[in-house]
């Protein structure tokens, strides 16, 4: 098959492409496709009023001499026999609207040589069968294209058709109808016969085709590097999708996009579907969960207000932040990682590799796997629901209730009036250890591993919940293993500002383990008691806070050499982690001021540091008792480690 980028030996890279010259030049392919990874239409009343009035400027001013609108990148594709449009999609769909505008307005001109001329932008808006535009796994754009090219009566058209995909099309349409009346009202010489063939004629777009041999994956990575913001994870999305079979094509590019929107529940990525795509997506979930658990999604749950994510998602009954009518708070969910991230660790899993966590390199990475004879693209995609799946119901997320903000992991449940909701099922350690790492670690250091705990404990165990106990002592593990969180020693934690952030928060996670199991054993400060202990919430700080203040209004440790009296105050006895806000507030306030607003601000924020606290159940901040409290503090690391190396 012919075609100007693939089959000519020495092709014009850079070409000017009339509407006229679409027909005679593009004809030996399909039309043009919008790839998956591109943006919905997007351009609004002053784009096109724009487009419009240079083209209307340019008329009345010379309209023998040709109008540039700019480029338009094409790629052949052989699998499709489209061009995809690589750079141009927003022009080219408003130029073709535009098209279909002037063609509705003079298919009643009695004029045979206007007539004849008018069946010309019919080679502009379709090729035999097809509509010459065509969006990737987006049916609902499809079919809307295609109900405009049937519809005859301009006023049915500007009336729009409920899609919601469709609304900026809807909206382009209208107003370029708008602005053809307004211009035939206001300039007695406008002729819209000659103005349309000045359009299909002159306007034209600068055609750069891409050679065969470009790396378009390098072609994505420049055009980002230019600001032109092609995100990488629609490429990867697009080209997986060519992969599978077109009948599936748009049901697993539905399941992509849901498992893509990682600041909610995975649950309301599938909300308000057609019955069509319920049944294909149906069909995925079971395939899914029989390759890797029959039981998961099949079983019986054991407490009958629990309904498993199958029986959600089919029915679609689930709380949106669109479904006004039913009067529901939606809490605000915030996600640990982006979905380029969860791309990589999920192809990680996938994969049994060690795969690079950047994310800036997502394309090349996930190319070089599907090139590989193995890899699956409907396989995966299945696998990276499961994970996401899992994500969700063992995995923290932050959580925003009534401006509430905390670390939370939910699960479904069906309430009184038959909306599906999240609620907290599973809370205490297996949070607060999650918490704490998120705070202290890189993400691509716990969670691939964490991650992996929970599908063998979904493939091996087949129960409602793991062992929480269990699941809490394995991620510890997790953690105690990372390379450097492993104790020696040798670590110096005397390092004031210096000092490595991770055992701060360490030391606080096993302090709520000690303090949330002995109801006795906490400071006994004014305001702290069981429950603001318990409820304690890891926060991303990271000013280190010297409790005597490095250099005080006035000296309160005294008689003591200036030199030493400095390397005693960077001992890790005498440091704790605070927000770098809470860190100006203090500043170089004496020690039993700092003390005040301390208990201050825990009856009112909640405890901010869990060593912070135990520091300051002393009344006063003597030398003797800061090496109390950091001989205390370091045995507690100690111990833990002990116990650690016993149990292995």
Known sequence: MDSNNIEIKDPKLFSASSVLDVFSTYNDAKGFNIPIYQRLYAWGESEIKNLLDDFYNSFKLNNSKDYFIGNLTLNFNEISYYYDIIDGQQRMTTLWLIGLVLQMKLKNFKNTQEQDYNNYWNNFLFNEDNVLLFFTSRDEDNLYLKHLIKTQNIVDITKGVGKKNNAKMVEAIRYINKYLEIKAEDDSEFNLYNYSKYIYEKVKLAAIFLPKTIDLNKYFE?????????????????????????????????????????????????????????????????????????????????????????????????????????????????????????????????????????????????????????????????????????????????????????????????????????????????????????????????????????????????????????????????????????????????????????????????????????????????????????????????????????????????????????????????????????????????????RMDFIKRTKHWGIESLKLLAAYSYQDWTIENMEMHQTSMISILENHYKTQDNEN
Not at 313 to 326: L, R
Not at 391 to 397: P, R
Not at 523 to 536: A, M, Q, R
């Open 222 to 594: 420049d055009m980002n590097n230019r600001g032109l913001q092609l995100e990488a994870h629609h490429i990867i999305k697009a080209k997986l999708l060519e992969k599978i079979n077109p009948s599936l094509q748009n049901s697993y590019a539905k399941v992509w996009d849901a498992i893509s929107q990682m600041n909610q529940y995975v649950e309301y990525g599938f909300a308000n579907e057609d019955e069509t795509l319920k049944k294909h997506r149906k069909n995925l979930i079971d395939s899914n969960y029989s390759s890797i658990n029959n039981n998961y999604f099949t079983k019986q749950d054991k407490e009958k207000d629990e309904k498993s994510l199958k029986n959600i998602i089919d029915n679609a009954n689930v709380i949106t932040e669109n479904n006004k009518e039913k009067k529901v708070i939606v809490d605000n969910v915030t996600s640990i990682l982006n979905f380029p991230e969860f791309l990589l660790i999920c192809l990680g899993l996938y994969s049994g590799k060690n795969i690079p966590f950047d994310d800036k390199k997502l394309t090349d990475i996930f190319i070089r796997e599907i090139r590989e004879e193995k890899f699956n693209a409907k396989q995966f995609i299945e696998h990276l629901f499961l994970y996401r799946v899992l994500f969700d119901k063992y995995i923290i997320k932050s959580v925003t209730t009534n401006e509430v903000t905390k670390w939370e992991i939910r699960k479904i449940k069906e309430d009184s009036n038959n909306q599906y909701v999240r609620y907290e099922h599973l809370q205490g350690d297996v949070v607060q250890i999650q918490s704490m790492l998120n705070v202290s670690t890189g993400v691509n250091l716990w969670l691939p591993k964490v991650l992996e705990l929970v599908c063998n404990l979904v493939d091996e165990k087949i129960e409602e919940e793991p062992n929480i106990d269990s699941f809490v002592k394995q991620i510890e593990k997790v953690d105690d293993g990372i390379d450097t969180h492993k104790w020696s020693s040798s670590i110096n934690l005397n390092k004031g500002t210096s000092t490595n952030r991770y055992w701060f928060f360490k030391l606080d996670y096993l302090l709520w383990k000690k303090w949330s199991e002995d109801d006795s054993n906490y400071p006994k400060l004014d305001g702290v008691n069981k429950s603001k202990i318990y409820s304690f919430q890891f926060r991303d700080n990271r000013s280190v806070e010297h409790i005597h203040p490095q250099n005080p209004d006035y000296e309160t440790w005294e008689n003591i050499e200036h030199k030493s009296l400095s390397k005693i105050k960077n001992q890790f006895g005498n440091l704790a982690l605070i927000s770098i806000r809470s860190n100006s507030s203090y500043n170089n306030q004496p020690t039993s001021d700092k």
